[in-house]
């Protein structure tokens, strides 16, 4: 294929983005489709069949390559490991029917947006578009760049002006029309899936086709009983599954369909507003919020007016939040670029509530439809939910490994099975019949869904503990967890921050702390004024709500509120909310402030601030707060203390959460509208106010949650958008720190001029005896908690502007930090989900437990994101917990680690039952027997079947042990344990095999069923009163079935309770009473049919009268297989000591990329580098480092 042809059959979709995926085209081919069609026949549909399991070979047998353009099928496949291929026919919209035959031969835009990609994909003079749809997004193809766009959205290239100017005045009724019919209706439609589509992709199923093979072939041996046990457990199980989807699924229907019902106001060009259905909206309509509450059917960016919105369904937190209009500018950005990471504070976004609409003097509040359908942000979660991401775990992989290996094992038997079947002259149905039937017997297909047990049973027990799970698989995952990331704020510490004092600040010194609580109120002043007035509160059924530190700061200065909607009549007010001083504030010489404007804060900025005039004057002031080292860089430098830093760190070594307040005087005319002020311009030249110390408190349950994570072995590591500080400090007291180890505080710079990126190192100054020699403070600082078997004693701490540096300048150094980094302070969104994705590139197994507000990247990122939220389940992560503190991430590793060990003991079980059947039938095929219908019921039925449902109800262990649960199923003590247990089982089976035909009461033809009372002599009598047929019975009459049936039935109780080991992961197998009794029964019914000397059994059951003392041999040698494999299993397989040992011994390594850099960096003499600098060399794509850091580096 050369290279032209390559680019043009192929390219990728979405790029970059986490849906990606590649493209290829095909196109349909008569002959071959025909050819394709005779196979199906031949086939009897096996054929079709495969294609339909793999839809690859499907387009491979019946299409040609071809270039994207000319294909009328595309094959995509995603670009993870999974390479998962799915198969898409490509449709024609014909706009025709509605535009005037005159539109297709102009060449002016059909789209008065001329950038949209609707114009691009328009084929003349036919005015026709080839679309595919995929994951319920439509794709159309632009002709411009030859590739497959996303419709439904506006295009992300628009400017701020663009965006004002196209959209502000809404659309022509004409160009409306257009995007419907091209991006659909604004509905997220999920359909209730029939049951008869439901029943038929559950029956084609690998695991189901394979039964339905297996059950043929018993059903033509005769074991019609057996077989009807299975039919009857198959549509049991299938219909549970078949129920359980469909539940699933009209409650996903139900959750989304009052969605496309919502009435909104649009703007329709030179016609004006007109009511319609949410469902007609298209991108660019633009809409009016009348003030009523809303829950938003499109994502939409505001241009006019402001808004209060509960973002829940997004973020699980109801806090309210205020959005802002786009500012209207001449700007060549576009405007997600213009907004930075913020541009998340003007959208507002599908399926979250409007609580209110604040519209300015201009009219009612604006806003242009983004996204709609499954573009927008609920329409993301509704496609996450049908489409969830395949998790990259092991076991399934390993799990498939082993099917394949039992299967070549089964193909050996049928190999066996043709020579002893043929060398006896046995006719040709029969050795097939016969070998086939081997092969089955080998494989049990129950394997897959055997693994899931352990997760819905784990999964039952977390929603017990408030935990729940939208992402179930991966709770096996969480098993494997061996480093957690924490949010500080409301995650470790205490949600609400109490303050503490003021320190303001006049004439660039410092004055006396006003402490809190105080007897006197905060006297007035610049200080109050920002306290009272800079914050996004908002006043909702009579009480303020907002953001816990704004709310605390706010009650501080005991003013109050006015309810912006019932303070002022008239349109021009509404956006203005007012403070009073409180009967408990302290006099003031203004009756209140009114708070003309905000903008907000965000986690990017790490500032807010606001426009306010005091009532009655003309005044205008700007005040500020935000995070100390940014609102300084806004303040004139003669306004800032020059102990400013100093003073700063006094209070953050403390772990006290430090506010900076700034404030300015504008200079704006009378009838000026502040809704027009930009930002970058007010924002500068400001005097500096004073400090406003917060106390964080630590939650209780943090301190022994961190303890208990760290003796397991499991890294904790902070990261905040706090002070680098104060985060520090926290780290210590909460013991994330041990007192022993130092804190190494990394700083980076970026290239400056000629200057390159550079580097420092230095430790963290031990600031608490300053902090204590204060006459002014006196806080009790806890004890320190030092972790047991810390594995360093020294921590990397950095803030986020330095984490990106040395991602960007000295990515090289980047794994070395890492593997000791445990502070990472003043951390964007962006940058924490970076750092997630970094430690996963070291092989760790990553938790993240956050608050769901400004971590929802980094949650989802993680392979356990754990939201701790009031709400069932959060769009943020796959775990919500609504215990709101980290008690849940060891309580969800513990689940987790005991969900992995039972779906490897039901692994375990599964293929240990299935080779210990193969070997006993394997021996009675050696002269040409069988066990019979009742014997393979009570193996697999009474015993397997019920083995696997109940072998996962035992509970996690209560403690977490020091080490993992091994995470792949073909793992040394695994295997080990498999391949002993199967030795013995054929050594026990042999010797009972061989050992029958040396009895002095061995015949090789017996039919004596019944025991006379001496129990010794035998008789040539028949068994007249049986329903099988003589031949079945006479493959099946036998000594030596008779010997092999309780040896192998038995040893399977015995590997199901060898196999269900409790401690350390799980709790003893005697507290799983259902599992206990359960083999106790199946024991004592297999002893029972053995032992009891009744002709009803004998002749049911298909055995031979043996001896007494025969019965008991057979019971002495299970005994022995019970003790040599529970010593096997528990002393030898299950200790971690003597695996350690064999390690050493063999010198075996841990091959994860973070225990190689350990391992290096342990040798290194010159790590950790202290006080010291580096700095990257300019110009060049390699980044230069000091060779004194790289030392051993080719070790």
Known sequence: MDEKFWKDHYTLLNKDEENELEIFGYKAQGCRRALCIAGYILSCGALLLLFYWKPEWDVWANCIPCSLEEADVVLLRTTDEFQKYTRKKVTWIDLSTWLPPEGSKTDSPLVADKDSVINRA???????????????????WDFAVKEFKKVGAIEDSNTCQNIHHKFGAGLTREEQKMRQLVCGPNAIEVEIRPIWKLLFKEILNPFYVFQTFTLTLWLCQGYIEYSVAIIILSIISIGLTVYDLRQQSIKLHDL?????????????????????????????????????????PCDAVLIDGSCVVNEGMLTGESIPVTKTPLPL???????????????????????????????????????????????????????????????????????????????????????????????????????????????????????????????????????????????PQRINICGQINLVCFDKTGTLTEDGLDPWGVIPSEGSRFQKIHKFPSSTPLPWGPVCGAMASCHSLVVLDEKVQGDPLDLKMFEATHWEMEDCSTAHDGASN????????????????????????????????????????????????????GAPETVTGFCRPETVPANFLKELKIYTSQGFRVIALAHKVLSLREDADVSLLEREVVESELVFLGLLVMENRLKRETEPVLRELAAARIRSVMVTGDNLQTAVTVARSAGLVGSASQVILMQASEPQGSAPASLSWQRAEDSEATAAGSSEISVNVEEKVVLEGEACNYHFAMDGKTYQTIAKHFYSLLPKILVNGTVFARMSPAQ????????????????MCGDGANDCGALKMAHAGISLSEQEASVASPFTSQIPNIQCVPELIREGRAALVASFAVVKYLTLYGLIQFF?????????????????????????????????????????????????????????????????????????????????????MASQRHCSLGNQTQTSSSAGGNSTTSSTDSSVLSYEDTTLWPLSTINCIIVAFVFSKGKPFRKPIYTNYVFSVLLALQLGICLFLFFADIDAVYSGMQFLCTPMIWRVYLLLMLLVTFCVSFFTEDVILQNKHLWLLLKTLFGFQSKSKYRKWQRKLQKDPNWPPLDAKDSATKNTDEVYINPMYEHNEGD
Not at 833 to 845: A, G, I, R
Request: aromatic share 10%; charged share 20%; proline share 6%.
């Open 832 to 847: 924490k989900s970076s750092l997630v994705e970094e430690f996963q590139k070291l092989n760790y197994y990553v938790g």
């Open 920 to 1004: 006993g039938t394997a021996l009675l095929f050696w002269q040409l027997q069988i066990f019979g219908n009742y014997q393979y019921l009570i193996q697999d039925v009474v015993i397997t079947l019920l083995v696997c449902l109940t072998m996962s109800l035992t509970e996690a262990h209560p403690k977490l042990a020091p080490y993992r649960p091994p995470g792949q199923l073909i793992s040394p003590p695994l295997l080990l344990s498999i391949v002993l247990n199967v030795c013995f089982t054929v050594a026990m089976q042999t010797c009972g095999f061989l050992l029958v035909k040396r009895q002095p009461w061995y015949v090789e």
């Open 574 to 625: 509404l956006d203005t909310c007012i403070v009073r001083p409180g009967p408990k504030a302290s006099a003031a010489p203004v009756e209140g402030i009114a708070i003309l404007h905000q903008f907000p804060f965000s986690s990017g900025l790490q500032r807010m601030s606001v426009v306010t005039q005091k009532i009655g004057k003309e005044q205008y002031d700007l005040y500020m707060k």
């Open 122 to 140: 328009i084929m003349k003079p036919h005015l026709k578009m080839r679309c595919i749809q995929v994951q319920k997004i439509r794709y159309i």
């Open 329 to 471: 500018m001449e700007s060549a950005m576009p405007w997600k670029t213009h907004s930075m990471e913020d541009y998340r504070r003007h959208v507002l976004f599908c399926g979250t509530e409007v609580i209110q609409a604040k519209p300015t003097g201009r009219g009612p509040v604006r806003a242009v439809v983004l996204q709609t359908g499954f573009n927008t942000a609920k329409g993301d979660l509704v496609r996450s939910i049908l489409y969830p991401k395949p998790m990259n775990f092991k076991l399934y992989r390993d799990a498939f490994k082993f099917i394949v290996g039992l299967s070549l094992i089964g193909i050996l038997g049928l190999i066996y099975t043709v020579c002893v079947f043929v060398y006896h002259k046995k006719p040709v149905t029969e050795v097939v019949a016969m070998a086939l039937l081997l092969l089955t017997v080998s494989v049990p297909p129950a394997i897959p869904a055997a693994l899931t047990t352990g997760i819905v049973y784990a999964q039952r027990r977390l929603k017990k503990k408030k935990i729940f799970c939208i992402s």
């Open 256 to 296: 989304v369909e009052a969605h496309n019902k919502i009435e909104v106001t649009v703007c329709i060009k030179n016609e004006g507003s007109k009511k319609l259905e949410s469902r007609h909206l298209v991108p660019g309509d633009m809409f009016l919020l009348d003030g009523k509450k809303l829950s938003l």
